[in-house]
């Protein structure tokens, strides 16, 4: 993916095919993760159903903002559990676990808060254990 960085180093902009593959890729790694609708719509930030279902039927591409970063982190966080534990099964259970390392919260249960620092927390625990 190619950024255009804010003064924070923060990717701020995503062109829209790239916007549509991080949406299309999310959407089945939440089908991995066996997360519900409900589940699927709170870690993409509360979104409302009507805007769900349009970001699911690929009607919808966000390409800056709140969404976007999301799914940015979203891409991240699975590419370290991939590189973490062998078996999608594995992944799967990790992120539904409690974990004291995330305070004894769940992965699932920090990806999920309304303010994005929850997932952003989650990915640079992830970086730090994967790449040191």
């Given at each position: 993916?190619?950024?255009?960085?804010?003064?924070?180093?923060?990717?701020?902009?995503?062109?829209?095919?790239?916007?549509?593959?991080?949406?299309?890729?999310?959407?089945?790694?939440?089908?991995?993760?066996?997360?519900?609708?409900?589940?699927?719509?709170?870690?993409?930030?509360?979104?409302?159903?009507?805007d769900y279902e349009a970001l699911r039927e690929g009607n919808y591409a966000p390409t800056t903002g709140d969404l976007a970063r999301r799914l940015g982190l979203l891409l991240g966080i699975h590419r370290c559990l991939r590189l973490m534990f062998r078996t999608a099964a594995r992944r799967k259970r990790w992120i539904r676990a409690p974990n004291q390392a995330l305070g004894g919260e769940t992965a699932l249960?920090?990806?999920?808060?309304?303010?994005?620092?929850?997932?952003?927390?989650?990915?640079a625990y992830l970086h730090a254990e994967v790449y040191g």
């Open positions: 993916m190619t950024y255009e960085a804010n003064p924070n180093g923060v990717p701020a902009t995503l062109s829209e095919e790239e916007a549509h593959a991080a949406t299309r890729t999310t959407f089945r790694l939440f089908e991995v993760w066996e997360l519900s609708k409900d589940e699927s719509r709170e870690v993409l930030g509360g979104l409302t159903t009507r249960a920090l990806m999920s808060q309304p303010e994005i620092s929850g997932m952003a927390k989650l990915s």
